[in-house]
């Protein structure tokens, strides 16, 4: 096990910040300032960034372990109080999102019909220990990666923008 995540860190770690994340909005936005920029994201790209999220997820989880279940639900003060509160609200992330690729929102009332399913799922007093953000963390993960492995380069042409919108964004005729 111990060897496995030495594998997995030295590849994570030998992988340059632009392989993992290229398609930020906020790069989107520094790539067009600077001039024209070809965007594409194939399957690969789809899988390697999955698989990223699911070993750092897999890290933070590992550390709020070892918290006792007072520390855990402990009010920090910060904008999601607890490392409970954080986790859930990570949670209820990745689940927004894998709802919105499977289907995306075709108006402002499907997204905050989508919102307001999120928050009543993810209530963080719905989730009173680790081990029941874990349990509703493993559901989360099978279903995208039962997503990810579907995802063809053709349906991600069609989800993401294409390289000629962004072009044609970036650098007007």
Not at 25 to 40: D, S
């Amino acid at each position: 096990m111990a060897n496995k995540r030495s594998e997995r860190t030295a590849r994570w770690n030998s992988t340059s910040r632009s392989q993992i994340s290229r398609y930020t909005r906020w790069e989107l936005r520094f790539y067009r300032r600077k001039g024209c920029v070809a965007v594409t994201m194939t399957r690969e790209d789809i899988q390697l960034l999955y698989e990223y999220d699911r070993w750092a997820n897999n890290r933070v989880l590992q550390a709020a372990s070892a918290l006792s279940a007072e520390a855990f639900t402990r009010d920090l003060g910060g904008s999601f109080r607890s490392v409970r509160d954080t986790l859930v609200h990570i949670i209820g992330g990745e689940w927004i999102w894998l709802a919105y690729w499977r289907t995306p929102p075709h108006n402002p009332t499907e997204l905050t019909n989508l919102r307001m399913r999120r928050d009543a799922l993810f209530n963080p007093h719905a989730f009173p220990n680790i081990g029941a953000v874990r349990l509703k963390w493993s559901e989360i993960e099978k279903e995208q990666t039962e997503f990810v492995d579907q995802v063809t380069n053709e349906l991600l042409e069609r989800m993401l923008p294409s390289e000629s919108r962004i072009t044609a964004e970036c650098c007007p005729a």
